[in-house]
């Protein structure tokens, strides 16, 4: 009895932030500069740097992940005859062709990007995979679609929304190229969630969302997207949530924080030792099968009324 009332006068109470502590550190955090998400300035960085942004979309596409998700949304695009289907923010054009592969040979694809060296890599994949006549890839922009007014029976943006300057912009520019009762599906991440494991907690949550604003201009983008589409005229009509989780083994993680944390230290989110020792632990976690990572990723669909 002795023993259990020391222990009970050593216990302190734990102090919970009040609201105002809470908000002020919600505004510190949104008041720093968005790092330069490399997809959204793809056309200023080295060469090395797109060769590896390259590589990580193309391995991404054949990850089994990428390719579980890919099926979930695809599956419930339904198309007319002949359609004619844009993919916005195609990259090396893995969505386009996997839509091309999937869908009859009567559908035709169109892929834009903003960088030429993609829309090179794009066309290269498209010839070797026999899809040349099915997927046409061109460079563009998605904030300024250069296509006739309601051309397309279907727009994708499979990742993209969360790299882009004006989302609502993006929207506004779906719906004018989009036909009557035409259908958008936007697949995304919430990134907020993004979450590793480390050994050290705090430090580990501190390292997810500098990875996320490092890697995306939007992270938590797909909490607005209800009301930036309504704001388009655009009808959100089904919402589909999948948990990505790896654990042990890592592909699609692992391939993540490979291409994005180095750019962590340059974009002033954390220091360098802290990036360099966080990476080299999520590289060691994968080798022994001891990894974990996970994220909620969205898929919405939305029709353009008549």
Known sequence: MAEMNRLVAVQRPVRMPKLQEIRHMSETVDNIPAARDPH????????VMIERLVERLESRGKDRVFTRLFENYSSRLELPANARVL????????????????TGEDVHVTGIDQSP???EVALQRAERENLADRVTFEVGDAHAL???PEHFDAVVAHTLISHVSD?????EQVRQVLRPGGTL?????????LTYAYSDTEAGRCMDWALARAAFNNPLIMRSLPRLLAAASLKLTETMVDV?????????????AETYAPLIAPAGLADKADVDAWLKAQLKAAEQGQFFASCNYYSAFARRAG
């Open 167 to 171: 989302p609502a912009g993006v929207f």
């Open 185 to 193: 599906v936007v697949f995304d991440g919430d990134y907020a969630s």
């Open 244 to 256: 990505v989780s790896e654990i042990g083994q890592a592909s699609y993680f692992r391939s993540m």
């Open 87 to 102: 993919e916005i923010g195609t990259g090396t054009g893995v969505v386009a062709r996997a839509l091309a592969q999937k």
């Open 146 to 148: 250069q296509f006739e």
């Open 117 to 119: 060296a993609f829309i």
């Open 40 to 47: 959204r300035f793809i056309n200023e960085l080295e060469p």
